[in-house]
Structure formats: structure tokens, C-alpha cells
């Protein structure tokens, strides 16, 4: 199996686990600094600190998915936003990672599992995956309204930003509560405005971060004990052949009620 970041195992950050910033030609490279995996053989560097022996019996699909999102989801999502026992979580973007957020942060048995999004069809999804509530943010005033009613007026304990664009923080700050935490698993692309103003009083931390995947040794565990099922995300295969289709069906994910998408290799060598 393989991980989308590669750890040397001996520089300051390996050490502390925080694979991610990996000073030795290491961190998150595969389609950042090398090319990526969307291909028929890949090199991977460190390899004896990166790859994983895989259990018998897992799908395909199941460790596609926690080779990225799934650790993405828990590491940056879950644990670093603090998810407990009987907290209230709102999820904002029920994509893949926040699917991937959905599901581990049901280890901790949240008492409200929020989720929310524009796309009413990954909404049904989310709460078959076990969300105890969905928010349309079509209208985002209405939405807010929404879920401070669901936490009897003190908004979430923890808001997991899983889109990565202003308005989604922005959603974000607005319904956290007193000594809660914003963790922004989504990447931004453009800066976002901090109402530090209005928060600072409100004791919140806002936490971010690139995944570092030294969760996976536990999440085979959980795949292993069938404690979480993410092949459920997979929703499309394509051939390597097909990889422009591929795309174009993705560009297009609300109408083709896509999450993920397996590329399976059909290409011979020469």
C-alpha cells in the first residue's frame, strides 16, 4: 500500500511523527513535488518507512482510500480538532475527506454528528454513513440558524472545514462555540478573513495541517476489525484509458454523484 507521504524516519520532524514535513526529500510529494500515482509503476522514496504491509482479505478500494483521505480526514479533522465523547460536531463539506471525517470521528462517539453541504444527494450519503444530522447551506444565515437550534443555542464543539475556500471558513467561525475548535482539513487556495474581533473572547482554536499518516498502523486495525468500511466512498471506476473521461466526470461531480474514483490500469507494457 501507499502513502502520500514519504518519511526518512530520522530528521527532527520523522522523529516527532510528523511525517508530513519530512526534511530529507520526504513530507507529501506524490503529486506535489513528484509526479503523482496516476500511473502504471511508481518510485517511492523512503521506502522502508513508507509503505505498509497490507492485511489479507482488505479491498482494493479500502486501502486506496486510506493511502489519503481517510488519514487526511482523522489526523487533521478528528484528532487534531479534539472530537470526544458527547461533543457536538458539525462536518462542512461532505466530499471524500469529509465523508473520511465522518466516519472516524465515529470512534469517539460525538453526541451530534453534523453535516453540511449544498448537494442534497451527498447529504442522504453522509447520513447513511452515520451522520445524526444534515444542513443544506444554500442558505447560509438559515443554516447557522439551524445549527445553533441543534445545540440549544451554543453552536458545535468542533467544525471540521473539509472544502477549503473562504466562504466554508467562514461558516465555520460562525458556528463554533466557547473553547471549541475549527480544524480545517480543506486546502486553500485564497485568504480567508479571521473575525478575531468577535473570537478571542470566545476561547476557539483553529488548527490546520498537512496529513501525516501516522495514523495508519491504527486505521489497518479498524479496516482489519470492520470498525469502518471506506470502499463505501468509491463511487466511479475508470480505465487508465479513459483518465480524461475520468476527469471530466469528476469536474462534474454533483451531477454525476461522484465521491471517489478508482483508476484501474488497462494499459499493457511494451
Same mark, same amino acid.
Given at each position: ?98 465523508? =473520511?471525517?465522518?466516519?472516524? $470521528? ?5 453526541? #451530534?454528528?453534523?453535516?453540511? %453541504? !449544498? &448537494? ?57 462555540? =466557547?473553547?471549541?475548535?475549527? $480544524? ?5 487556495? #485564497?485568504?480567508?478573513?479571521? %473575525? !478575531? &474581533? ?73
Amino acid at each position: 500500500m501507499i502513502s502520500c507521504v514519504c518519511a526518512c524516519g530520522k530528521c527532527y520532524y520523522c522523529k516527532k511523527g510528523i511525517y508530513a514535513h519530512c526534511e530529507d526529500e520526504g513530507g507529501w510529494i506524490f503529486g506535489h513535488l513528484i509526479d503523482g500515482t496516476q500511473a502504471e509503476y511508481l518510485g517511492v522514496p523512503h521506502v522502508d518507512n513508507t509503505l505498509y504491509y497490507t492485511p489479507e482479505g482488505l479491498s482494493d478500494e479500502a486501502l486506496v482510500m486510506l493511502s489519503d483521505v481517510l488519514p487526511t480526514g482523522y489526523e487533521i479533522g478528528v484528532l487534531k480538532g479534539k472530537v470526544e465523547p458527547g461533543c457536538s460536531v458539525a462536518i462542512i463539506g461532505s466530499g471524500s475527506v469529509g465523508l =473520511a471525517a465522518l466516519l472516524t $470521528a465515529q470512534f469517539y462517539s460525538p453526541a #451530534k454528528l453534523i453535516i453540511v %453541504d !449544498l &448537494d442534497d444527494n451527498r447529504l442522504e450519503t453522509a447520513v447513511s454513513f452515520g451522520a445524526t444530522h444534515k444542513v443544506n447551506s444554500s442558505d447560509p444565515e438559515k443554516a447557522i440558524k439551524e445549527i445553533y437550534d441543534l445545540t440549544d443555542g451554543c453552536g458545535v464543539d468542533v467544525a471540521i472545514e473539509a472544502v477549503g475556500i473562504p466562504a466554508t471558513f467562514d461558516f465555520c467561525q460562525k458556528i463554533i462555540g =466557547a473553547d471549541g475548535t475549527v $480544524a480545517n482539513c480543506g486546502v486553500h487556495g #485564497k485568504p480567508v478573513e479571521f %473575525d !478575531l &474581533d468577535k473570537l478571542w473572547i470566545r476561547n476557539i482554536n483553529v488548527i490546520t495541517g498537512l496529513v501525516s499518516t501516522n495514523t495508519t498502523p491504527q486505521l489497518l486495525k479498524a479496516l482489519e476489525s470492520h470498525k469502518i468500511e471506506p470502499e463505501k466512498l468509491v463511487t466511479h471506476y475508470f480505465k487508465l484509458s479513459e483518465i480524461e473521461k475520468a476527469y471530466e466526470v469528476f469536474s462534474k461531480a454533483a451531477d454525476h454523484h461522484v465521491i471517489k474514483v478508482i483508476i484501474e490500469n488497462d494499459i499493457s507494457e511494451a
